[in-house]
């Protein structure tokens, strides 16, 4: 056994006690038990995790580098998310920054079946900006959800989705809402252009299973999924169980464990299988800097591993007049997820979706 990922911690400590701090940290992460109780070679040589490297970032700050057996972690997401962070996590000292995975290892979980130029295809826009925006509020039965759609489709947007909150509750089942909003899409005069509903998966793994047939049935061929919500084991599931289905990742509850988002977001969720992935851009309600935004999509969009590339979607609260700076910021290889500002415009709604799409279509790049 040879193999090995390399996972990069960035922990709070003084000098004096980092190499300590590192040591436990890979006992912890590998054996969780006192070296000297255990009696196997193989384990002592293999399973151990190893401590490859300590690196002072700034005062008080280390990164470490930790080796640990790939066959530790099979081929279940679940299990490298334990190996990774499990009991770690439960420190606050430690966030779990970077991954280097062995090629097995990312052959395994496969990444994304569509990415960047799938979804391209899949609307018509070889080269430019995609444009999204969402359905919502939830609390709307699904006659009126289909309504807005039809409205956003008039104005020209590429991706409709269904905002996270919108589950199977009972003034909008999932089937009903697909149902309807599909119908509606069918009856758009959007001359001739493509435009795809994302209806948002919910609940345990087999009604996710029935929520994509019910889809496919209404000839809807992309979802939405929140990964840190349905399990990152079912996500990938899922993903592999429909190889013709695109998956847009939501980020809800991806805050609430210490992991670096361009790693959690941008290179976790693509290597299991996210097409698109949806998070917080610069300036908006979270609080996620404009290197964070950069260093996220940048992994989303990376050429390394043999991965698809998966499509980055800055998003919550941005407003049709930054338009031009994301697009100056992210280049073309980016969707904009506008919901709530378009939404705002209410009897107006298909003239400010019009005026937002105009905007992608007609930039100039530098």
Not at 50 to 71: D, H, N, T
Not at 128 to 136: E, F, P
Not at 178 to 198: H, S
Not at 237 to 251: G, I
């Amino acid at each position: 056994m040879s193999s090995r990922l390399h996972a990069i911690y960035q922990v709070r400590s003084d000098a004096k006690s980092i190499e300590a701090r590192a040591q436990a940290i890979a006992v912890e992460q590998s054996v969780e038990m006192p070296l000297s109780a255990i009696a196997d070679d193989f384990v002592r040589r293999e399973i151990v995790g190893r401590v490859e490297a300590v690196a002072e970032k700034e005062q008080g700050l280390f990164e470490v580098r930790i080796s640990l057996a790939a066959e530790t972690v099979g081929s279940d997401p679940g299990q490298l998310i334990n190996m990774l962070f499990g009991n770690t996590s439960l420190h606050d000292d430690v966030t779990l920054h970077d991954v280097v995975l062995p090629g097995e290892l990312i052959k395994c979980f496969g990444g994304p079946h569509h990415g960047l130029q799938g979804l391209r295809r899949r609307v018509g826009a070889p080269a430019r900006a995609l444009t999204c925006s969402a359905l919502k509020p939830q609390g709307l039965p699904a006659a009126r959800l289909a309504e807005l759609a039809l409205r956003f489709a008039q104005g020209g947007v590429d991706y409709i989705k269904d905002d996270h909150g919108l589950a199977d509750q009972a003034y909008s089942p999932f089937r009903e809402r697909v149902e309807a909003v599909a119908a509606a899409l069918r009856a758009a005069p959007a001359g001739g252009r493509a435009v795809r509903y994302v209806p948002s998966l919910a609940g345990d793994l087999d009604t996710m299973r029935g929520q994509i047939a019910a889809a496919g049935d209404a000839g809807v061929d992309t979802v939405m999924i929140a990964p840190m919500i349905a399990g990152l084991s079912n996500f990938h599931r899922l993903v592999r169980e429909h190889p013709a289905v695109a998956f847009l990742a939501h980020p809800t509850m991806a805050g609430a464990a210490r992991i670096a988002p361009p790693f959690l977001l941008g290179t976790l969720f693509r290597l299991l299988g996210a097409d698109a992935v949806v998070f917080p851009n610069y300036g908006g309600r979270f609080g996620y800097s404009p290197d964070t935004c950069r260093a996220l999509a940048r992994a989303a969009l990376n050429e390394r591993d043999g991965l698809r590339p998966s499509v980055p979607v800055p998003a919550g609260g941005m407003t049709t007049d930054r338009v031009p700076e994301m697009l100056d910021f992210y280049g073309a290889d980016v969707m904009l997820l506008i919901g709530g500002a378009l939404l705002d415009a209410r009897e107006r709604l298909t003239e400010a979706t019009a005026a937002f799409v105009a905007k992608v279509h007609d930039f100039k790049y530098g």
